[in-house]
């Protein structure tokens, strides 16, 4: 009986990474939003930003800086923690429940507007408008996010985006932050082929 080696397995190529967004870039789309949303609102009256953790917390208070150095008006900032609302529960590891902290001006007759760094199945702002509502009542509730890239599950759309990035199901997109992760910076990463 002749020997012949085990077949090898063809080997992973890594995923390609391209760089969407540099940090000039990044502080160039935070600039952007916030003028949009002064358009908007109507110089941000009676708004409040509410960040979805991780990276919406930091972006929602760049954009309340951005206002108040462009308009001098002071936005409320606060945090909405949307972990007991996922619908992935069941599915995925157990996630730590974080803080939930509402403007002492409250939301109720204000116009709330989510900011999260990725738009992807709309998912996540379905679990924001569920924890949303156990917390009071808005006026109105719009949407900020930093990247839409696409591919929604849901029927959600965002009322300020900062880049629409086209991407394949394969791919992913990668926000770092400063506050989190000590760069600002958005990838693409490629799904690696076999």
Same mark, same amino acid.
């Given at each position: ?11 992973? *190529? ?15 789309? @935070?600039?952007?939003? $916030? !003028? ?10 009676? +708004?409040?930003? /509410?960040?979805?953790? =991780? ?8 954009? $309340?800086?951005?206002?108040? +150095? ?12 949307? =972990? ?15 803080? =939930? ?15 999260? %760094? @990725? /738009? ?7 679990? $924001?408008?569920?924890?949303? *509502?156990?917390?009071?009542?808005? *006026?109105?509730? #719009?949407?900020?996010?930093?990247? %839409?890239?696409? !591919? ?15 991407? $394949? ?23 690696? #082929?076999?």
């Amino acid at each position: 009986m002749a020997y012949s080696p085990a077949a090898q397995p063809a080997p992973v *190529s890594p995923p390609s990474v391209k760089v969407i967004l540099t940090s000039a870039d990044l502080q160039r789309v @935070v600039d952007r939003i $916030a !003028h949009q949303i002064l358009e908007k609102t109507q110089g941000a009256a009676n +708004t409040v930003l /509410l960040g979805i953790p =991780t990276r919406g917390v930091p972006l929602a208070r760049r954009l $309340a800086a951005r206002i108040s +150095t462009f308009e001098s008006v002071d936005v409320p900032v606060g945090v909405l923690d949307i =972990t007991l609302y996922r619908d992935d529960l069941r599915r995925n590891a157990t996630r730590a429940v974080g803080p =939930t902290e509402v403007p002492a001006s409250g939301i109720d007759g204000k116009r709330v507007i989510l900011v999260d %760094d @990725v /738009l992807f199945s709309g998912r996540t702002v379905r679990a $924001a408008l569920d924890a949303l *509502s156990d917390l009071g009542r808005p *006026s109105s509730v #719009q949407l900020a996010v930093l990247v %839409d890239r696409g !591919h929604r599950e849901l029927p959600i759309r965002a009322d300020y985006v900062g880049k629409n990035i086209p991407t $394949a199901l394969a791919e992913s997109v990668r926000v770092t932050l400063a506050e989190t992760d000590g760069v600002d910076e958005v990838k693409l990463l490629g799904g690696g #082929q076999l």
